[in-house]
């Protein structure tokens, strides 16, 4: 009787952090999505900022995103997966592998504001990038390099450890072993954990304030050395630098609305990938 008054309460506790969780999260859509509908059309994604930002669209921030998002796990997952590799299958246990470990678990609690600052004295001012493209785009490689690589190092962690061992069995290399084997069967795990890290990595303000990003700029980067305009930078400089927030607001909740679509159909993505792969191996 007394283990079931007490599971009965545990449920009963559950059940109302779920609630309550679901609760902020519908009230928080609604409050962005009911300041930020209206202004929602084709033109709007389309079109370029106009009138000092109180008209137009925000299709250089949308190409600017886009672009900054791409090129930082482009030259985030491949290191990142690397760096697991080795950690998974060649470090040997001691203190310098602790130390490694260590590390890689602070960089991913570190604020990403003070990712921008090193962006900004190591991109910026010691290699000479300016506030560019490629400088934005490697400070928040930077940024997402821990994530990627403790996400692949817990797929890495739940492929079967018979898989590896019957493979050395079989007479495969170390070599043959990851790339047949443990890859693989990880799969579906690290292109997930890949997918969610665009969508972290898209809605990040503050490593591209001092290394990207732009106030206003109608024109479409060129060149990894242009400055860009983008989505999180866009909706803060509406908010906070506008002089005529009657016009810029509405756009900014426009704006924060497009940038939830993008990140939520993102995570929708990753699940659906995952589940299709998932599928497609147990066939």
């Not at 304030?209 to 866009?234: Q, W």
């Not at 906070?240 to 924060?256: D, K, L, M, N, R």
């Not at 940038?259 to 998932?278: E, K």
């Amino acid at each position: 009787m007394k283990r079931k008054l007490s599971q009965l309460l545990g449920f009963f506790f559950l059940t109302i952090c779920m609630v309550l969780t679901m609760a902020f999260l519908g009230i928080f859509l609604y409050s962005i999505f009911s300041q930020g509908w209206e202004v929602l059309s084709l033109r709007f994604l389309l079109e370029a900022p106009r009138e000092g930002m109180t008209a137009g669209g925000i299709f250089p921030a949308l190409v600017g995103t886009f672009w900054l998002t791409l090129l930082a796990v482009l030259i985030a997952l491949p290191l990142g997966l690397l760096c697991s590799i080795y950690l998974f299958s060649y470090a040997r246990k001691g203190p310098f592998l602790s130390l490694l470990k260590i590390t890689i678990n602070t960089l991913a609690g570190v604020p990403s504001i003070i990712f921008g600052l090193f962006g900004m004295a190591l991109f910026v001012n010691m290699l000479s990038l300016d506030v560019s493209l490629i400088s934005g785009a490697l400070t928040l490689a930077v940024l997402s390099l821990p994530i990627v690589i403790n996400a692949s190092q817990e797929a890495f962690s739940g492929v079967p450890r018979d898989f590896i061992e019957a493979a050395y069995a079989l007479g495969a290399t170390k070599r043959q072993m990851i790339t047949k084997v443990l890859i693989p069967t990880a799969a579906p795990n690290i292109l997930t954990s890949a997918i969610l890290v665009v969508g972290r990595v898209a809605g990040e303000t503050a490593p591209i304030i001092f290394t990207a990003a732009t106030f206003f700029n109608r024109r479409l980067p060129k060149s990894l050395g242009d400055e860009v305009m983008a989505l999180p930078y866009h909706i803060f400089a509406l908010m906070t630098e506008g002089t005529h927030p009657e016009a810029q607001v509405p756009i900014a909740y426009g704006s924060a609305v497009v940038l939830l679509m993008l990140v939520l159909l993102i995570s929708s993505l990753a699940l659906i990938i995952r589940y299709s792969l998932r599928k497609k191996r147990q066939w």
